[in-house]
Structure formats: structure tokens, C-alpha cells
């Protein structure tokens, strides 16, 4: 079920003429109200090249299946200049008909191929219907509103008129269109719920497509040898579908993969943040609940694969004890095998009903226990080998066929499948339909990796699936992870890269929700953790105070001001507290660059500067601002003068030398967007909450620019570049690139190894993009990640890595190669 969108895709293909997307619903309004599949067209030319150029579709194309549905849809290949339009397949008891929606002039090309057309005027309602024949096709076109439609059927047109002012109709169709990214070059909606007769039809009555969700959102991206669809899919908690199973449940990171047989042709997996959640689940859907169901309460991930022609149970636990009694009660024989003990079960034990709404309907004969997950199998032999296996570490989260799949999804899922094509038939067949599953066995596409995804959010689940060319680049992927960790407690903080002095490597430091601060090697390993009184504010920042080349740690909380040595221990004087908190983030100036520090902590209208001692610099005489300080003050140098400035509640723009005393008397007040001054072009640059672009030289000038940008947009600079994140468009330099729709985050820009990088994150949708300076993004970007990322060479060997929170309690580093 997890991949019936690729068939619906599939279906799509078949045209040979493509268009681009608009944003008006007015063309919703046209779509047949039992259609159950539409496909939104952003722009034919595109699309088309995309096609010809997909090796998938290449191999799939002279299926029958294929080939019925292209002739079905021919009509459509019959129109000409065709830019952008809508095709909506539905169903009755006794056909399928299309309805192809464009606003671009429904002109029938006069090719030399066509030897047989006719031509007749038929009238509706007083409107105008045109009936074309040609060759063996028969359809009909008319003029509704600002839309041009064309139909294979005269009662559906019909009917379209007569229902074309129902402000209730397709409301389910007109909500799923305002997540779709009008910058990809398909979207697709499909209406499971309400799909079963054209889902029979389009794939016999083998399907089990109907009781998947309710509907799915969906958008297609097309590569020469891959195929990428992401979106949404709802349930209806009211009816028996399959993704109701997961109400309510969090995603989980996956682990069974590390002991799954490498040569698996594929594995599936369930994460289950709480098993009660699905048993309750479960009751609800109609799947009786039993006895047995608490003892699984400890389960938080079900892998299932095929193995030697069987089946394979995982079930990894966060506590064995419950399970491990029942199986010993349930044992009939022992054998120890490479020091783990092999158990033969009871015959038709009930242990595996809970599962059977998940997994199918399974039993199996033999256990075993690796670390804390459970293997299940039919025979001692396979159990024997999963074993060999795991502690010779041939297993599946080595091999190519995992890594090719691996960057394009999340490390946590609800649910999440990999496969090779014997193993996607096989999967295919079982739970979707068997015409797919023949469709796809005949199609060569043997080195070929097959993904889906599902994370379940708030009633939504969001949906990720792949068709990938297994290659031998990605088996040192390009971009690809290097470790990840995983703690206790939630994250507070964006984890950050320091240095570490011994060697001038890398190391991260991050801090937990009860203030649990974490420096970690640049293999994944906790070097130690402190426990502080409040959570950082902003970033750490690393200085070398006895400037002897040992660095130490600066940073103020919520109301102290820290500095800690290499172990985490504070170094004295330098722990200072502050009454009434509400600090600001720690500013460091080194004016000359000899290590001559100034610390700078600013609380309300409050100004505190520091010397490397500790002492407070009496000749500084800014200690009292006008209003409150609102970030961090930040030192700037043009020439041989240093600037000093900080933004001021009040909207005043203060900027002072070394000692306080005013250097730019700026007039003009301003409403400060929350992003950081920066100096661009040597002039003090930031932007107002209204989108205006603002910038001060040296002698005080004050120039404008009205961006027009969202309120909450954000920006980033160097001396040369500069990076405008603006709803879905990142403008870096002269250049723009559109993205997906979502909530992004500011744009940081990374200077490593001569070459510039462009970061922003899609906090929504969990995707983290990279660009150069040129905009062009870096290759296999975006990866998944729910943070802005750090960015840095940890190992000093000219390739960067960088470092994102993954989950709430977990971050990952990922090197670029």
C-alpha cells in the first residue's frame, strides 16, 4: 500500500504532452466530483523532457499496462502549445473517463499523422460543446468560465456545467492544493477513500489501494535516473483505513537495519514511539484486540523482511523482561549457536496476532535475542545465518543498496521500506497489487533501490518515496552520514562546532532541556557533560585566554556569564551572575587579533566589558544604553577604526569606538528585524521588520531599499555576498532559487576551503538545503534534519561536514565528499 502512488504516477506518464502550474482554485471547480486521481501539471515542455530522459519510465513503457492507459489518454497528445493544465481520471460501473482542464486554447494539432477527423457542434445549457472524432477516439471540449476543458465522456462535461457554481464541491481537493509546491513539475492527489471502482479498474480487482488513507497530497520530482515523490497523506479517523493504525504515534529512529541480512532482498519497518497507541489503534480499526497485546507494550520497532525464501520477524525493545518470560514459557528446546541461544517455540503460538494488521499473517517456529531486539524465524538454518551475519557485519545497513536510499530519507520513520526489485515485486504483489507487481517484474529495473517513507505528525503523515539507480559514486555517497547521537533528554540548543586545541580538530557542543551541557568527540563519543543553571544563550565562543594555544569556552546563560576550560571546568574569575537575568548572548572582541579579549555581556539597558582577567574595563564609558539591547553587540573594523554597535529597543542604532564614546551619530530610527547587522559592501547592512533593506557607510549615510520581504524572512552576509531567505525564495547574490513551501529558517553562509556555502533549513518539512554562491545546490541536497546545521572540516582534510539536530533528543553529522 505504501507505494501505490508510483502507479498513479505511472499513469501520468503516459502523456505525451505536458504544462505548467497555476495557483487559482477556479480550476478545481472543474474537476468531475467522482474523480479519484488528478494530476496537476506545472509545465509540459519540462515535464516532457524529463520523460524522454527517465530511464524508469523508459523501462516501463512498453508494458501493457502501460500502454492501455497512453491510449486511453491520447486525445490529449492531439493539442498543441499546450503550457499548463489539470488531468482528472473517474470512474462508473462501466469505464474510465479523463477531463483535461487548461486555461492555454484547446487547439487540435493538423499533424500529417492524422487521417481521419471529424468535427460537430453540439449545444448545452447554451453553451457550446464541440464533439471531436479522430481515428478511433471520440471526445468533447467546451469553454467554462476562464478554463478550456476537455473530456472523454459528454455526460461528465454535462455534468461539470451543471455543477461548476457548488461552492462545496472538491473542498478535500482545493485544501490538499494549498501544501502542494507549485515549483515541482507534477502534483498529484489522490482520493483513496472514494477510489476503489477506478483503483479496480486501472489495477483489477487484486488492489488494495482503498483502505490505505483517506487522501494523499503529493508532488513529483523527475530525474534521468530516479524518481522522487513527497507529500501528505490523511486518514479518516471514522473509517478502517490502514493509516489509522498510527494515530497519534511519533516516529522513531531506525535501527533494525544493522541486523538485517545484507543480502535481504528488503526490509520494512514500524516505529512506535508507544505500543499502546497502537493497540488502541488497532481496536478502533475494527482488529480485535487480545490477551496478548500488553506483553508487546515494551516494542518500539517491528522489522519484517524475506530471507531464504521466509519470513522474518524484528522486534526491538526498550525492555526484554515481559517478552522474555513469555517466550520462556512458550520454548520448547534450547541450543546455544555462536553464543546465542536459539529457542524452538510451541507450535501456533498467539505471540504475532497483535502484529497482524502490520505485518500480515505470520508465524514462525524459532527466536533468538540480539542485544535487545527479538529475531523470529520458520527454521533454525535462517536464524543460524541472520546471526553469522550480524557478527561478521554483512548486514543491510552496509551494503549499496541501503546507502543509495539512506540520504534521501529520515533516520526516524513510522513507517519505512527499502527494497531491490525482487524484493519490491515481492513486497508489491503482497500488499498492493499483483498487475503493479507484475508491471514492475518485467521491467528490468534490477539495479534499481525502491524506498517509501511515512512519519506520522499531528494527524498528517508525511510521505516520501523513491525510485534510485544503485551506483557505484554513492557507495562513497557524496554527501552521506558519518555518526549520529542520541540523548536522554530533549535538545535545547543547536549543536555547534568547536575546536579542539590538542589536534585542531573538530568536536560539537550542545546542550540538553535540563541544561545538561555535551562536548562529543568527532566520532560520536561524549567527552563529558556539565550541569548548568540555565540554558546558552546563542553560540558558544571559543578564545584562547592564557595565550598559550588552549582554548577555552565562553558563553552567558539566561543570568551568568561562564567561561570553561577543555574538561568543562569554569575558570575562574569568570563565572558571574546577574541579577534579574535576561542576558543577552555573549559578545567577544579582539580588536588587534593578539588575543587582547573584551567580553561583553548586556542585560536590559546594561553594558558589562571585561578584560582577559576578569576585571571590568574601566575606560569603557557605554555602560548605560538608552533602551534595552536587543542582541548581542557586534565589532566591525573598516580600515584602521573599529566600530562597536548595538541595536537598541527604542530603534536607535548606536555605534561607538573602543571606549563608548559615539563614532556614527546615527538619527534615524528603525523597527529591527531579529536579524544580526552584518557588514556588506564595508557598510553596516540590516532590514526592518516592514522588508526594508538598510545600510550606513562609514560617514553615517543612511541608503535604502524597500525588499518588500515577509516579516519574518532572514539574512545573512560577508563582505561580498549576501543571503535573503524570503518565504519559499533564497536570493543569494543576483541569483534565486524557489523552494518548497514551508517554514524556513535564516540563511547562514559557511566559508570553507575556499569556496562558499549557502544553508537554510525547511523546519515544516525537515529538510535541509545547500547552495554554493552561485545558487546551484551542492549534490544530494536537500538531506532530511530539523535544525539549521554548523558547518566546518572537523578532520583538517579539505572535505566539510556538518552538524544538525535530527530529532528532539538526537543530532547528526554528515560529511560532504
Not at 501520468?12 to 505536458?18: A, D, G, L, M, V
Not at 520497532?301 to 522474518?312: C, R
Not at 533454525?380 to 548486514?395: C, F, P, Q, V
Not at 572535505?799 to 560532504?816: A, R, T
Amino acid at each position: 500500500m505504501r507505494h501505490t502512488l508510483l502507479y498513479a504516477v505511472i499513469i501520468f506518464f503516459c502523456i505525451s504532452c505536458t504544462s505548467k502550474k497555476q495557483s487559482e482554485n477556479s480550476i478545481l471547480d472543474l474537476i468531475p466530483d467522482n474523480a479519484s486521481l488528478v494530476f496537476k501539471i506545472n509545465d509540459f515542455e519540462m515535464l516532457n523532457d524529463e520523460l524522454s530522459n527517465n530511464e524508469i519510465l523508459n523501462a516501463l513503457k512498453s508494458q501493457k499496462h502501460f500502454i492501455d492507459v497512453k491510449q486511453m489518454l491520447a486525445p490529449i497528445g492531439y493539442l498543441s502549445n499546450q503550457k499548463q493544465g489539470l488531468i482528472a481520471l473517474s470512474a462508473d460501473s462501466t469505464r474510465i473517463d479523463y477531463t483535461y482542464i487548461s486555461t492555454d486554447s484547446l487547439v487540435i494539432s493538423n499533424g500529417d499523422s492524422i487521417s481521419n477527423k471529424s468535427i460537430e457542434t453540439l449545444n448545452y445549457n447554451d453553451i457550446v460543446i464541440t464533439k471531436y472524432k479522430i481515428e478511433n477516439d471520440t471526445f468533447y471540449s467546451t469553454f467554462i468560465k476562464t478554463h478550456w476543458v476537455l473530456c472523454s465522456s459528454q455526460p461528465v462535461l454535462q455534468n461539470l456545467i451543471n455543477t461548476i457554481e457548488d461552492p462545496l464541491k472538491n473542498e478535500s481537493l482545493k485544501r490538499f492544493h494549498e501544501v502542494s509546491n507549485t515549483d515541482k513539475v507534477v502534483n498529484i492527489w489522490i482520493d483513496l477513500e472514494n477510489g476503489e471502482l477506478l483503483f479496480q479498474k486501472l489495477l483489477s480487482d487484486d488492489q488494495q489501494i482503498s483502505n490505505f488513507a483517506s487522501w494523499m497530497s503529493l508532488d513529483l520530482s523527475l530525474n534521468d535516473n530516479e524518481i522522487i515523490i513527497n507529500g501528505v497523506a490523511e486518514s479518516s479517523a471514522d473509517k478502517n483505513q490502514y493509516l489509522n493504525l498510527l494515530n497519534n504515534t511519533k516516529p522513531i529512529q531506525n535501527k533494525i537495519w544493522n541486523l538485517t541480512p545484507g543480502d535481504a532482498h528488503n526490509i520494512t519497518l514500524f516505529g512506535l514511539d508507544d505500543f499502546k497507541k497502537y493497540t488502541y489503534n488497532k481496536t478502533l480499526n475494527n482488529h480485535p484486540s487480545t490477551n496478548l497485546d500488553s506483553l508487546l507494550n515494551t516494542v518500539e520497532e517491528i522489522g519484517i523482511t524475506e530471507y531464504e525464501n521466509e519470513h522474518v520477524l524484528f522486534l526491538r525493545t526498550y525492555g526484554t523482561a515481559t517478552l522474555l518470560d513469555f517466550i520462556n514459557e512458550a520454548k520448547v528446546s534450547t541450543e546455544d549457536y555462536s553464543s546465542n541461544e536459539i529457542w524452538e517455540l510451541k507450535p501456533n503460538i498467539e505471540i504475532f496476532d497483535p502484529l497482524t494488521p502490520l505485518i500480515g499473517e505470520h508465524s514462525f517456529k524459532y527466536a533468538s535475542i540480539v542485544e535487545n531486539t527479538f529475531i523470529f524465524s520458520s527454521s533454525r538454518s535462517t536464524l543460524e545465518s541472520i546471526i553469522t551475519k550480524i557478527k561478521t557485519g554483512n548486514t543491510f545497513d552496509n551494503t549499496t543498496l541501503f546507502k543509495n536510499a539512506e540520504n534521501k530519507l529520515t533516520s526516524s520513520s513510522s513507517v519505512l521500506s527499502i527494497s531491490n526489485l525482487k524484493g519490491f515485486v515481492s513486497y508489491v504483489n503482497e500488499s498492493v497489487s499483483i498487475t503493479l507487481g507484475n508491471l514492475f517484474a518485467n521491467s528490468k529495473l534490477d539495479d534499481y533501490a525502491f524506498s517509501s517513507q511515512i512519519i506520522a505528525d499531528a494527524g498528517f503523515f508525511h510521505t516520501n518515496f523513491l525510485i534510485k539507480k544503485i551506483t557505484k559514486e554513492e557507495e562513497s555517497n557524496s554527501v552521506s552520514s558519518a555518526f549520529e547521537v542520541k540523548f536522554d533528554t530533549d535538545l535545547a540548543t543547536i549543536p555547534q562546532f568547536v575546536t579542539n586545541h590538542n589536534n585542531k580538530r573538530k568536536e560539537i557542543i550542545v546542550q540538553d532541556q535540563e541544561n545538561t551541557l555535551y562536548l562529543i568527540s568527532n566520532s560520536g563519543k561524549i567527552l563529558w557533560k556539565k550541569q548548568l543553571n540555565g540554558t546558552i544563550q546563542g553560540r558558544v565562543q571559543q578564545v584562547d585566554l592564557f595565550k598559550n594555544g588552549k582554548l577555552q569556552l565562553a558563553f552567558t546563560t539566561n543570568n551568568e556569564f561562564l567561561i570553561l576550560d577543555r574538561n568543562g571546568k569554569e575558570v575562574q574569575p569568570f563565572t558571574k551572575k546577574y541579577t534579574g537575568g535576561n542576558l543577552n548572548p555573549l559578545a567577544v572582541f579582539d580588536y588587534e587579533g593578539r588575543k587582547n579579549y573584551r567580553f561583553v555581556v548586556t542585560q536590559d539597558k546594561n553594558v558589562f566589558m571585561y578584560n582577559g582577567k576578569g576585571d571590568v574595563v574601566k575606560g569603557f564609558t557605554y555602560d548605560i544604553a538608552e533602551a534595552n539591547i536587543l542582541d548581542a553587540p557586534q565589532h566591525f573594523r573598516i580600515g584602521k577604526k573599529d566600530y562597536i554597535v548595538f541595536k537598541l529597543e527604542n530603534g536607535q542604532l548606536k555605534i561607538t569606538n573602543r571606549v563608548g564614546k559615539t563614532r556614527i551619530n546615527v538619527k534615524d530610527k528603525f523597527s529591527f528585524s531579529d536579524n544580526d547587522i552584518k557588514l556588506y559592501q564595508n557598510k553596516f547592512t540590516f532590514t526592518s521588520v516592514e522588508g526594508i533593506l538598510y545600510q550606513i557607510d562609514s560617514q553615517g549615510k543612511v541608503s535604502s531599499s524597500n525588499l518588500k520581504l515577509a516579516k519574518d524572512h532572514g539574512i545573512d552576509a560577508t563582505s561580498r555576498t549576501l543571503a535573503i531567505m524570503n518565504d519559499n525564495v533564497l536570493k543569494i547574490r543576483d541569483k534565486k532559487v524557489s523552494l518548497e513551501l514551508g517554514v524556513y529558517s535564516k540563511p547562514t553562509i559557511f566559508y570553507l576551503n575556499d569556496k562558499i556555502y549557502v544553508s537554510v533549513t525547511d523546519i515544516q518539512n525537515q529538510k535541509i538545503y545547500l547552495y554554493d554562491s552561485q545558487a546551484e545546490s551542492i549534490p544530494n541536497f536537500p538531506i532530511f534534519g530539523s535544525s539549521v546545521i554548523d558547518m566546518a572540516d572537523i578532520n583538517g582534510n579539505k572535505k566539510p561536514e556538518f552538524v544538525f539536530k535530527d530529532q528532539e533528543n538526537s543530532i547528526k553529522v554528515y560529511k560532504i565528499r
